[in-house]
């Protein structure tokens, strides 16, 4: 052992004094390229490879190095003794790096890499378009020559990707809105958003468990779906159509279903879009990982009428037709079209191109939800499914749901209730028609005085079934109406309406048809 650190010590004490010699015999320009040409013979020899990251690329910022920073920063949390912490703007959550001139190692796929992060005193302000930092940052990346192709193949590739799902997780997520109607921002942006702070989840969702486990396991399995859609040729896309009473749910499912998965969402506002066209910017300027919705869709707009009474154009191209005229005109709508007197020039087909046709897979990973409150009032061309994939009926308030908000509002779980008041309201629960919305109002206004807040709304709940029997709201030999019959009554009527319409549809294409051949 002493041997070794007596010739370490002579061979720095003979690097030592070649140095003072080249400084005193050579001058500066011959000592550089001595340098430089040292510097190369030992990369020649050495058996590692060095990539340089650099926080600033000209004047741009690079992406890789924050990605990289990014990345590091979920191995550093856990190992480094020394870390730096960010906080990102719309973030509520710390970040760990790795601090000055200090390095880690990582290992991708049994290689080991090493990190080093750089930071060096920047010497002279160059010229540039704007200040620089006065500090150079950068990583440098060491890694074994004979594992440079992996390496540049997919572990960059891997490192984007999960400082993206970092980001993702740490970034509050936003909600968008297309109120400003048809103007841009500044930086030509037709959505406003602002951090979406919803704190439902499928957790305080009050619904039947089972129905609720489908959803989130639906949404799962989308989401980690991109080679399934690949394999399968299907646009990574999903519809849900949510229907049922107001006050059910449908709204605070959607919040649910963006903090399940980590996504934003995107309220689109179809009364504020005046064309098909302004509809497909829209979609093109929304991201991927979102959830896009039209609440109401029954109300937004009249688009139940694909097929329009028409004189000499076919009805169903006659309203890409309008669209395309009123687009090319740049008019906000002139009145003329559907015939029905409506301004608003979108149109049935230009609603389903947005979700179905070419441009709704201009991004991925997108999940359209419709709500209504009147599913047999919607054009079953939207109902068909590939479009609606899952149809998810609300319902009123039955025995699961009442539970899970007796937990939510109150705290209280089954045996805290009682046996008997329990069997009392799953008895009376179904026939009083109550929504989750009218049980939480009750709940929450004696949310002090627990016991109060039982007893009110066993009351409630007898008093409303009564109303109900007595009223002959409800159908059945015992005046129960199931919730599989409303759904399957709701549904009926659709198809019903479905059938109806295409007959009709038939019929005026077939007169249009004797139409243009007479003429
Ligand atoms: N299923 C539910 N689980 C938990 N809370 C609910 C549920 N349904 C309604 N609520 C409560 O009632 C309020 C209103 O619900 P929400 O806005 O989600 O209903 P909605 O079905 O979207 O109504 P609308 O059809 O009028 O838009 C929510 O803030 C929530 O607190
Ligand atoms: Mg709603």
Known sequence: MKEYWTSLASLLGVFAFCQSLMHSIFPPELRFAFLKFFNRVFHLFSSYCYFDITEIDGVNTNELYNAVQLYLSSSVSIAGNRLSLTRAVNSSSITFGLSNNDSIVDTFNGVTVLWEHVVTQRQTQTFAWRPLPEEKRGFTLRIKKKDKTLILNSYLDYIMERANE????????????????????????????????????????????????????????????????????????????????????????????????????????????????????????????????????????????????????????????????????????????????????????????????????????????????????????????????????????????????????????????????????????DKAEMTPADVSEALIKNRRDKEKAIRDLLEDLKSRGERNVKDGKLRGGNGNLTELEVVEEQEKRAIDSQNGRDEKDHDEEEIELEDNICR
């Not at 030509?188 to 396991?217: N, R, Y």
Request: aromatic share 10%; net charge neutral; with cysteine.
């Open 166 to 429: 970092i980001r993702r997780k740490n970034q509050d997520r936003l909600l968008y809105t297309n109120s400003r109607g048809g103007s841009l921002d500044s930086r030509g942006h037709p959505w406003e958003s602002v951090p979406f702070k919803h704190p439902s989840t499928f957790e305080t969702l009050a619904m039947d468990p089972l129905k609720k486990q489908q959803i989130m396991d639906d949404l799962k399995d989308f989401a980690n779906g991109q080679v399934f859609y690949q394999k399968t040729g299907r646009a990574w896309k999903r519809g849900y159509l949510l229907y049922g009473p107001p006050g059910t749910g449908k709204s605070s499912m959607i919040a649910a279903m963006a903090n399940y998965l980590g996504y934003d969402i995107y309220d689109l506002e179809l009364t504020e879009v005046h064309s098909n066209s302004e509809l497909r910017k829209l979609l093109m300027k929304t991201s991927s990982k979102s959830i896009i919705v039209i609440e109401d869709i029954d109300c937004s707009i009249n688009l139940t009428n694909r097929k329009k009474n028409s004189s000499n154009v076919s009805s169903l191209s006659r309203s890409y037709y309008e669209a395309e005229t009123r687009n090319g005109s740049g008019s906000g709508g002139s009145g003329e079209e559907g015939g029905n007197g409506n301004n608003n020039t979108i149109t049935l087909s230009g609603l389903l191109n947005f979700t179905d046709g070419l441009w709704s897979c201009c991004g991925s990973e997108r999940i359209f939800v419709f709500t209504t409150n009147h599913i047999e009032k919607l054009d079953p061309a939207l109902l068909r499914s590939g479009r609606m994939d899952m149809r998810i009926y609300m319902s009123f308030c039955n025995f699961p749901s009442l539970k899970i908000l007796l937990k939510n509002y109150l705290g209280y779980e089954e045996e805290d209730v009682g046996e008997d008041l329990l069997k009392e309201m799953e008895r009376v629960v």
